[in-house]
């Protein structure tokens, strides 16, 4: 309510295309780059839209032509994956790894939105856990008075 920083005033206007990398790190480009570019830096991958990745299909290999586009997210991937049908346990470990590239993203305004939970674009975080450990979701610290309410039940009052 009045505890968080007005969320028009903190976020960056510039929209980026962003790649995640094999290894896990995030590039983002705020102009237009050529997937062929991109392929001279690494020419054991491929390059390859998120909108375009299906369950149980073959990925869709972005063409050297082709430019990256902002407000999008594309992963780098390993060659072999080309011959191969997406499995639900690759594209889970291709959401974490965009997840946490995303997360650890310099843009932190975001972040620091997102976990307030003033914005009105309703992102919501999951409970997950990551490689053991447990992550609790953003906006809620894990304790506190939330669930200790011993009051009496919640009731409507109509408009007229």
């Not at 009045?2 to 590039?27: F, I, M, P």
């Not at 409970?127 to 309410?149: C, L, M, P, S």
């Amino acid at each position: 309510m009045g505890n968080c920083r007005s969320c028009d005033a903190s976020r960056s206007t510039t929209v980026t295309a962003k790649l995640v990398l094999r290894d896990g790190r995030l590039q983002e480009f705020s102009w237009p780059v050529k997937v062929s570019l991109l392929l001279q830096q690494n020419p054991d991958c491929f390059i390859c839209s998120s909108d375009e990745m299906e369950f149980d299909q073959y990925v869709a290999e972005m063409g050297g032509d082709e430019e990256l586009q902002a407000g999008e997210v594309y992963f780098e991937l390993p060659l072999r994956w080309r011959k191969q049908r997406l499995q639900a346990e690759d594209m889970a470990a291709l959401a974490v790894k965009a997840s946490v590239a995303l997360s650890g993203s310099r843009r932190s305004q975001d972040r620091i939105m997102s976990r307030c939970g003033c914005c009105a674009s309703g992102k919501i975080e999951p409970v997950v856990e990551v490689f053991g450990e447990k992550r609790i979701a953003a906006g809620d610290d894990g304790g506190g008075k939330r669930g200790n309410w011993k009051g009496g039940k919640l009731s409507a009052i109509s408009e007229e």
